[in-house]
C-alpha cells in the first residue's frame, strides 16, 4: 500500500500535513507492507529536508501512489483519476462553492474518504482538528479583547510556534474582573477551556457566574442543556435536546446579560434555536461585548456573526442596531473574532496531533481488512458513483 502525502494547493495557503515526518517514521515500523512518498511542497511547516532526513522519499510521483493524503480540498485540475484521495472535502452539508468539486470527483472514479466522517462505530468523530481550533480561538478572543479596550497587545497567533508559546503570551497579560461565558463540551470548548486553565482563570458553575460578583477573571462552561429549555416547561437532557431539537428554545439570554466576552466552542445542527438573536443583541442588558466564534456559522445561532474573518485581519465589529459591519473599537459595537480556519494558525502542533489521530484509528484499516468499517463508513464515492451512506447528495450533485 503505497501512501502519498500530497501538496496543499488551496488558497490562502495551509500549512498542515496529514502525517509529520515522525508520524511517517511511525507508520513505516508499524506497517511493513506501507510505503511512503512525500510530494515536495514549499508551504508545509515541515520542509522536504525534514522528511528526507527521516528517510522518507520526497518526489513528484503522486501518480504511482495509491492512496493520497491531503488536508484541505483538492483543485479540480489537480485530481488524479482513479485515486484514493483524503482530504476535508466541505460537501456532506451540500455546501454549494464545492459542489463542482464532487461532481469532479465522480467524473474521475476518484474513491474520496473525507476526514470529517472517519467515525467510529457509534458514530464519533476519530480525527479532526478541533481542539486545535479551540486552543488557538480562546487566543484570539482575549488578544480582541485586550485590542478593543486597549489593554494589553498580544502577538497573532500564526507568529508563535504552538500551544506553548500562546500560553507564554497570555501569561503576561492582566485581565480585568470580566465574566467569559464558554459553550460547549466537545474538542473545540474543551481546547478554549484548556487555555483559560493554563492562565489561571478560576471556574464557576453556573449558578455562581450567574448570580456572583467577583473581585478577578472567571469563566463558566456550557453545553447545550445549559442554554436551552423545552418550550413546554418539561426538564429536558441533552439527549432529549438532539433528538428533538424543534421542542426547545434558547435559554442563553440569562447568560448574555452578565457576559463580558463570549467563546462560542459548541456544535450547531440544523433545527436547533439560535443562541441569541439580532433582537437580542439590541437590548439594552444585552452585556456582550467580545465574541470568539470558534464554530463560525454564517447567520445563524450567533447573531453577530455576519460573516467569517481571517488569519489576515481577524477582527470586525458587529453593529446592534443597524445589524451591520462598523469598527469594533466603536463603544456600541460588539467586537467578533470569527477565523473559520484557526488551526492553520498552529500548524505544527495541529499536524502532530491529528496525525497521531490518523495512525491510531485510519491506517490500521488498509492492513485489516476495515474489520471496524472505518474506511467503509467514511467513502462518500466509489466506482463513479455516491456510496449508499451519502446517496442523499445526490441531488446536490446533479443539479
Not at 482513479?82 to 472514479?109: C, G, M, W
Not at 473581585?215 to 429549555?229: F, G, H, R
Request: charged content about 25%.
Amino acid at each position: 500500500m503505497k501512501f502519498g502525502i500530497i501538496r496543499e494547493r488551496k488558497n490562502p495557503p495551509d500549512r498542515r500535513v496529514v502525517l509529520s515526518p515522525q508520524a511517517c517514521q511511525k507508520v513505516l515500523a508499524q506497517h511493513p507492507k506501507a510505503q511512503i512518498v512525500v510530494e515536495p511542497s514549499p508551504i508545509r511547516i515541515f520542509s522536504d529536508d525534514d522528511y528526507r532526513a527521516q528517510g522518507i522519499e520526497v518526489a513528484s510521483k503522486m501518480e504511482e501512489c495509491d492512496v493520497l493524503l491531503g488536508v484541505k480540498e483538492v483543485p479540480i485540475n489537480h485530481l488524479i483519476p482513479n485515486k484514493k484521495y483524503f482530504f476535508f472535502s466541505h460537501t456532506i452539508k451540500q455546501q454549494p462553492y464545492n459542489k463542482d468539486l464532487l461532481r469532479a470527483v465522480l467524473e474521475k472514479n476518484i474513491e474520496l474518504y473525507d476526514h470529517e466522517v472517519i467515525t467510529n462505530a457509534k458514530e464519533q468523530r476519530l480525527v479532526a482538528f478541533g481542539r486545535y481550533a479551540g486552543i488557538v480561538g480562546a487566543y484570539n478572543g482575549l488578544r480582541t479583547y485586550g485590542l478593543k479596550y486597549d489593554l494589553y497587545q498580544l502577538p497573532k497567533a500564526e507568529n508563535l510556534a504552538n500551544q506553548q508559546e500562546l500560553i507564554q503570551e497570555l501569561n503576561k497579560i492582566q485581565l480585568p474582573n470580566i465574566k467569559i461565558i464558554l459553550t460547549g463540551r466537545g474538542r473545540v470548548g474543551n481546547g478554549a477551556r484548556e487555555m483559560l486553565d493554563a492562565i489561571n482563570i478560576r471556574k464557576v458553575n453556573v449558578t455562581q457566574y450567574l448570580e456572583e460578583t467577583f473581585k478577578e477573571p472567571v469563566y463558566c462552561q456550557i453545553d447545550a442543556s445549559d442554554y436551552n429549555k423545552r418550550k413546554d416547561g418539561v426538564r429536558g437532557n441533552k439527549a432529549d435536546f438532539f433528538a428533538h431539537p424543534e421542542e426547545y428554545k434558547s435559554n442563553f439570554y440569562r447568560f448574555a446579560r452578565v457576559s463580558d466576552f463570549f467563546i462560542a466552542g459548541h456544535f450547531y445542527g440544523q433545527g436547533a434555536p439560535y443562541l441569541f438573536t439580532r433582537e437580542d443583541a439590541k437590548k439594552g442588558d444585552f452585556k456582550i461585548r467580545v465574541v470568539a466564534d470558534i464554530s463560525c456559522d454564517i447567520d445563524g445561532p450567533v447573531a453577530t456573526t455576519i460573516r467569517p474573518s481571517t488569519i489576515a485581519d481577524p477582527i470586525y465589529g458587529y453593529d446592534p442596531v443597524s445589524e451591520s459591519e462598523t469598527d469594533f473599537k466603536n463603544e456600541s459595537a460588539i467586537a467578533v473574532m470569527a477565523v473559520d480556519n484557526l488551526p492553520c494558525e498552529i500548524p505544527q502542533d495541529a499536524s502532530e496531533g491529528f496525525g497521531q489521530a490518523f495512525i491510531k484509528n485510519v491506517i490500521p484499516a488498509f492492513f485489516n481488512g476495515d474489520k471496524d468499517g472505518v474506511l467503509e463508513r467514511a467513502r462518500m464515492t466509489k466506482n463513479g458513483k455516491l456510496t449508499a451512506r451519502y446517496a442523499y447528495l445526490s441531488d446536490y450533485v446533479s443539479h
